[in-house]
């Protein structure tokens, strides 16, 4: 019993810490920024809940990646948007490249960037070439075209498995770079 509510007081702090360390990633990454007073209970003030929530990113006619949400809370103030239960679609030049779900989310409005974690499961990121990677974290840079991570990784697909710690993931170059401790094991073909 009390293991339980121990339990689950820490994977609390833990959500609560991870939003706040999103949340510092989000802003730090902004470039012209002016400092803004959050007073406590301030996350629930957002400037608009939207339920059903779509936002597509477009260059010229191509569709370059769209987000979904079941609900997304707009905070105009720091540009983001605060997404739960999230899908996220990924296109290259190929057309549909990755995708990927996730609890929650953050996307910033202004740089276009975001951030998808589950709050128990790893995240499943589906890839065209038939490759599913599993990692805790995962973030778009926009500018770049890269999705990044610093969490343990796992590459599964073509009879290969990769493990290691952080990703670095190129669209644009079809791309997935392990980063560190890097193992990979071939699986017998079936």
Request: charged content about 20%; hydrophobic content about 40%; proline content about 2%.
């Amino acid at each position: 019993m009390w293991q339980r509510v121990i339990r689950r007081g820490l994977l609390a702090l833990s959500g609560v810490l991870a939003c706040f360390l999103i949340y510092l990633l989000m802003t730090h990454g902004t470039a012209v920024s002016t400092p803004t007073a959050t007073a406590p209970g301030s996350m629930d003030a957002a400037d608009a809940t939207i339920s059903n929530f779509t936002f597509t990113q477009t260059k010229g006619d191509a569709v370059q990646w769209q987000v979904q949400a079941h609900e997304a809370r707009l905070f105009e103030r720091d540009r983001r948007a605060m997404l739960q239960v999230v899908a996220v679609t990924l296109f290259g030049q190929q057309g549909k490249e990755l995708t990927v779900t996730g609890d929650e989310g953050v996307l910033n409005t202004e740089t276009k960037n975001f951030l998808l974690s589950n709050r128990s499961e790893p995240l499943v990121i589906h890839t065209e070439s038939g490759y599913v990677i599993y990692t805790n974290h995962l973030a778009w840079t926009d500018e770049t075209r890269e999705i990044r991570t610093q969490d343990a990784v796992r590459i599964v697909g073509h009879g290969l498995e990769v493990t290691g710690r952080g990703l670095i993931g190129h669209l644009d170059r079809e791309e997935f770079d392990v980063l560190e401790d890097v193992h990979v094991d071939l699986a017998p073909a079936s």
